[in-house]
């Protein structure tokens, strides 16, 4: 495994080196698939060995079959996830049935996929938001929402949602209703959240790809923490529909993976708005997955060891920045130092009010829907106070708060606009422990969104300003746990975010690393 602070110079370590010969190896070794598929064990090898794009080319060309992916996919879910947690719900019998009748076409074809139980509506699978309220209440949906079918459209086979802490208001995942996700590389520390079960599953193996989604860091920290991609792409890349906006542009939805080439083409099969939808970023032409594989020109790159709140950063993240800063200057590109600056504070402040407006809106929609009064027993108690909360504030306050957001986000693009890329921490901290942090059981509202500032510092200001952000996992703490850098990049420009991030795929390889909790320690 490599050791990410052991360097010459610029140069990659003999450790790196070796990784980056392992995957060219096992590249050329998947090259010359044919006829090694004969056994379980041989499919569960090559299951594991794949990442989306190449399990859907398997399957399209009969290598192995959608029955034996979904198959092998089961199988791993049910061995990891009493360790994890990371899946809450599972429909095997439905997706045994889509991948016997469904065709093999789209470029995720017959790929097992978990979709993300928040806000997410998919036949068949009822959303609970991990909520006692919608668990009780809310019934599954006869049809998909337009990501869903878009994901189907690709070929995904979805076998269930992912845990996430509730109505994803946290950066962990600790939800009452289904107990805590565990990170496969320390069972002791968080995955992340609020995609934290997404992030779980993918970084163990049980699925290539999952769905996730960001309103103040929520792909991009259990990326970070469960060592894998995730790109928050730009505010309207995504439709919402049928939902008309969430968090007034704030949240956004896309995936966590493990290759820079997943995240691409899942970006192409899913992007892409409706007529009428407020936020309309131009189409990438040829598409991302074709850009992600161009190379780079030369380019502006910022970059920032510092969290905009002041909060210190743990010395190895920073280190890490550092370490991409150089070698990104080795090769060629205008690179400086720049720390982020507007007023966090008076856009945090705004921020979380908004957030509780729009979650008082949406369980009072949800109650008015359901024919029942909200209870505050049927809430965690952070949760009842942030609706209470949006209760509370009138509606001139809330055009203020709006008003302050966008002003906020004007800021922070004219900040850094003169940077092609800029790079920052994901958080202040490598995964923490479960039970330390993000507290829902707390009833203070302002006591717990004082503390969340802390880690969301380096997030939420691209969730304001609407522009892609991505999480790369490039390096590992002294502890063997992950370790995230996060690229930014101009609204709409998600193209170079992925140009950069295939250069550093290459460069700072992570695909030889696996957690402690994986399938692949039975199929070595």
């Known amino acids: 495994m490599a050791d990410c602070f052991e360097l010459d110079v610029i140069g990659t370590s003999s450790n790196e080196r070796k990784e980056r010969g392992n995957c060219n190896s096992l590249r050329a070794s998947n090259a010359k698939l044919e006829n090694i598929v004969n056994t379980k064990t041989d499919i569960m090898r090559v299951y594991l060995e794949q990442d989306a794009v190449g399990l859907g080319r398997l399957i399209k060309a009969k290598e192995i079959s959608s029955i034996e992916a979904l198959d092998a996919a089961v199988e791993i879910l049910e061995r990891l996830n009493p360790e994890l947690n990371a899946v809450s719900q599972t429909c095997f019998d439905v997706a045994r049935e889509c991948a016997r009748t469904t065709s093999r076409g789209g470029v995720f074809s017959g790929v097992p996929f978990l979709a993300k139980d928040l806000a997410t509506s998919a036949a068949g699978l009822r959303t609970t938001n991990s909520s006692k309220f919608f668990s009780l209440h809310n019934s599954a949906p006869a049809v998909d929402n337009e990501v869903v079918t878009r994901m189907r459209k690709s070929g995904l086979n979805i076998l269930g949602f992912t845990n996430v802490p509730e109505n994803g208001w946290s950066l962990t995942t600790e939800p009452k209703l289904n107990g805590p996700t565990r990170n496969p590389w320390n069972v002791g520390r ?108 030369k380019l502006r790159v910022g970059f920032s060891l510092a969290s905009p709140d002041g909060s210190p950063v743990d010395s190895q993240i920073s280190a890490g920045i550092e370490r991409v800063a150089r070698l990104l200057a080795s090769h060629g590109h205008d690179v400086e130092a720049h720390d982020l600056k507007f007023d966090i504070l008076d856009c945090w402040s705004a921020f979380t009010r908004m957030a509780a407006v729009q979650t008082a809106g949406f369980v009072e929609n949800g109650a008015a829907s359901f024919g029942v009064e909200l209870r505050s027993e049927e809430f965690e108690p952070y949760t009842w106070s942030g609706i209470q909360k949006g209760r509370s504030i009138d509606a001139l306050t809330h055009a203020r708060d709006i008003d302050a957001i966008r002003r906020g986000g004007i800021d922070i693009a004219k900040d850094i606009h003169a940077y092609d890329v800029f790079i920052s921490p994901v958080m202040r901290r490598v995964a923490f422990g479960i039970g330390t942090s993000f507290d829902m059981s707390c009833g203070d509202w302002e006591r717990y969104n004082a503390e969340f500032l802390k880690d969301a510092a380096c997030l939420f200001p691209f969730n304001v300003s609407g522009q892609p952000a991505i999480s790369l996992p490039l390096f590992q703490s002294d502890e063997g746990l992950p370790i995230g850098i996060q690229f930014a990049g101009r609204y709409g420009d998600e193209a170079t975010l992925l140009q950069v991030a295939s250069v550093l795929e290459q460069e700072l390889p992570w695909s030889g690393r696996v957690p402690t909790v994986h399938a692949a320690s039975d199929f070595s």
């Open 190 to 297: 968080t995955a992340g959240g609020s995609s934290g079960g997404a992030a779980a599953a993918v970084a163990a193996g049980i699925v290539p790809l999952a769905e996730a989604s960001d309103a103040a860091g929520s792909i991009r920290m259990p990326a970070a923490m469960c060592g894998i991609v995730g790109l928050k792409p730009s505010r309207g890349r995504v439709s919402v529909s049928p939902a008309p906006d969430f968090f007034h542009g704030g949240a956004v939805f896309l995936c966590l993976s493990r290759t820079v080439r997943d995240t691409a083409a899942y970006l192409d099969a899913v992007a892409g708005g409706l007529p009428g939808e407020p936020y309309t970023p131009a189409e990438q032409q040829d598409g991302f997955l074709a850009a992600s594989q161009l190379g780079l020109r």
